[in-house]
């Protein structure tokens, strides 16, 4: 009654909604974002931001390998403050709250706008442009599903 065409465009759309609505539960349930914050927009704050960012990463990815990601973060704020202080040579504040995101595609993930998870590092009066991206889970760890459905995808689309 339908021809392929049709019928591969049907397809396409539904599995385009089971991928948004997974990345819909993702957000609301698993996801962590990381905020780092410039003092500034001199050239040398927003150097040091990425400074920062690099060190502190390598220290929440280690915390993130636990059974309690949100609670080892929140165990180490106090160290990433200090890290970051070292670095900046400012004062910088470490938190773990909630934060409202517009959608964004990060990564080849759609993330819809909502309230995260974020560990947000705010260096000096935080009045500079900011550098944000998902630390948990990691890229590699939750696009498994995705992958194997375009791939799927593609291959009915052949025939």
Partial sequence: MFGKKFRQSALLLTLSLL????A????????IRMHVIARSDTENDQRIKRQVRSALLQEVD??????????????LLPRLEQRAEEIAQIPVTASLGQESYPARFD???F??????????ITLG??????????VYPREEEDTGLHWWLLD????????
Wanted: net charge positive.
């Fill in 125 to 134: 009066e935080g009045e500079g442009h900011n550098w944000w991206g998902v």
């Fill in 111 to 120: 993330l819809p706008a909502g309230r995260y998870t974020a560990l947000r």
């Fill in 62 to 75: 280690a915390a993130l390998a636990s059974d309690t990601p949100r609670e080892s973060l929140e165990a």
């Fill in 107 to 109: 990564s080849g993930s």
């Fill in 152 to 159: 799927w995808l593609q291959g009915r689309l052949e025939k």
């Fill in 19 to 22: 991928l948004l609505g997974a």
């Fill in 24 to 31: 819909y539960v993702r957000s609301e349930r698993r996801v």
